[in-house]
């Protein structure tokens, strides 16, 4: 079966930029979506199609995709950042949707 | 705005049954694909399953670890989706998640129902 895998947390500093990867073969060829859980809610997508915003979302959020490894970019991080960060494909040859690992994100 | 509510979760013995509701506001469910997403132990995202919208032919498609346990389908007059779990295993429990599907992403989410399987 497919995996994403991303690494387990990333700590930073208000106002710095945090960049958030997720790894799986050939990512590249797929359409990475990223989603935003803040604790004890649901999660909220934040970037689709690689690097698309959905209405609402700050610019401050980016993202892209090269090779075997799909970026979440946050730029002037806030405290209101601090969440999970989860990456999402669509696996064509499983007909499956595959969420990677999750990414901790701590705002120092 | 779109609105997703989930219901039907609590605690059910290894080897019953549940059926989740997710009912919405602010869209149709007849007219969109809508998946059930779970959060288990806090952690990790699964996918559950996935309907098709009406008009692409109302199909379900789940996760390899259903195997044959969980079915979909929905009510149209009261814009509902229903998840109907059986054979529940201890490793099902979890938060359940309700979320539309759009293109391959899941763009509308529920605030999630907690399903238990303990004995």
């Known amino acids: 079966s497919y995996v994403l895998s991303q690494p387990p947390s990333v700590s930073v500093a208000p106002g710095q930029t945090a960049t958030i990867s997720c790894g799986g073969d050939?990512?590249?060829?797929?359409?990475v979506h990223w989603y935003q859980q803040r604790p004890g809610q649901a999660p909220l997508l934040v970037i689709y199609?690689?690097?698309d915003r959905p209405s609402g979302i700050p610019e401050r959020f980016s993202g892209s995709t090269s090779g075997d490894t799909a970026t979440l970019t946050i730029n002037r991080v806030e405290v209101g950042d601090e969440a999970e960060y989860f990456c999402q494909v669509w696996d064509r040859s499983s007909n499956h949707y595959v969420f990677g690992t999750g990414t901790e994100v701590t705002v120092l | 705005e779109v609105r997703l509510v989930e219901s039907g979760g609590g605690l059910v013995k290894p080897g019953g049954s549940l059926r989740l509701s997710c009912v919405a506001s602010?869209?149709?469910?007849?007219?969109?694909?809508a998946s059930w997403v779970r959060q288990v132990a806090g952690e990790d995202l699964e996918w559950v399953g996935r309907i098709k919208s009406e008009i692409d032919g109302g199909t379900a498609d789940f996760a390899n670890f259903v195997k044959a346990r969980f079915s979909l389908s929905r009510d149209h007059s009261k814009n509902m989706i229903y998840l109907q779990m059986n054979s529940l295993k201890v490793e099902d429990t979890g938060l359940y998640y309700c979320?539309?599907?759009?293109?391959?992403?899941?763009?509308?989410w529920g605030r999630g129902v907690l399903v238990t399987v303990s004995s």
């Open positions: 602010g869209l149709s469910l007849n007219n969109v694909w």
């Open positions: 199609s690689g690097d």
């Open positions: 050939s990512l590249g060829r797929k359409s």
């Open positions: 979320a539309t599907v759009s293109g391959s992403r899941f763009e509308f």
